[in-house]
């Protein structure tokens, strides 16, 4: 799987935009960009992926580069419940995918 | 549906003692993982499943770890002897992988303190 750096820490706001970055310059044609998080004592929980598209969902937003040697998570209203580790990760999928967890970014949403 | 379930939640044993970590994925999920979390090292893969069948366990960190699942809902986690260096938070994850790919849905985790 392709290496992936991302800053250590972040903070942001309470309400407002929260774009975590990553850069993943040695990613593969068939490789996704998957992002998930960690809140405290907690299971990582799955925020979003995509291949070279941008992609919406009800948690956040995903913005690709279009050579895709990195990417954007946009949480767009940032909540005090959204401080939390967040991971980015490459991997190619299918039946023997796994995923590579890294340090990842500790964003704290401040009131 | 309950998610993945892991038991027990926190687990105190002494140096050399057997431990079993239990993990039922999510019904209906192929893929089973399991991953071991420490401050120093983060998170890592230690094993995963496709179809009850082990695909790579090239993460265990030696002989005294080993995993199985006989059905489709339980897998185990065994450690022994165990040493304090196996302290750690294991979790569980479990996927149905050709759909979603890597979406990954964790269980609440197993708190291991070894002394």
């Known amino acids: 799987d392709a290496k992936t750096t991302q800053p250590p820490s972040m903070d942001c706001a309470e309400g407002r935009a929260a774009n975590l970055p990553c850069n993943h310059s040695t990613i593969s044609g068939n490789e996704y960009v998957y992002w998930y998080r960690q809140i405290h004592s907690q299971g990582p929980q799955y925020i979003i992926h995509g291949l070279k598209n941008n992609e919406t969902n009800e948690m956040a937003s995903l913005i690709i580069t279009e050579d895709r040697k990195s990417s954007t998570l946009i949480l767009p209203h940032a909540t005090l419940r959204d401080t939390a580790v967040y991971y980015c990760i490459v991997s190619s999928g299918g039946s023997n995918y796994k995923l590579t967890f890294g340090k990842g970014t500790l964003l704290t949403v401040n009131p | 549906d309950a998610g993945v379930i892991q038991s027990p939640r926190h687990e105190v044993t002494e140096m050399g003692q057997e431990v079993t970590l239990r993990c039922k994925p999510i019904s209906g999920h192929n893929s089973l993982f399991w991953y071991r979390q420490t401050m120093m090292r983060g998170l890592e893969l230690l094993i995963y499943f496709n179809n009850n069948v082990p695909i790579d366990d090239s993460g265990m960190p030696e002989d005294r770890f080993s995993a199985k699942m006989p059905n489709a809902s339980f897998s185990t986690l065994k450690i022994q002897p165990s040493e304090p260096r196996d302290s750690a938070v294991y979790f569980c994850?479990?996927?149905?992988?050709?759909?979603?790919?890597?979406?990954?849905?964790f269980g609440p985790g197993t708190r291991l303190t070894v002394t």
């Open positions: 994850a479990s996927s149905l992988v050709g759909q979603g790919l890597g979406e990954q849905y």
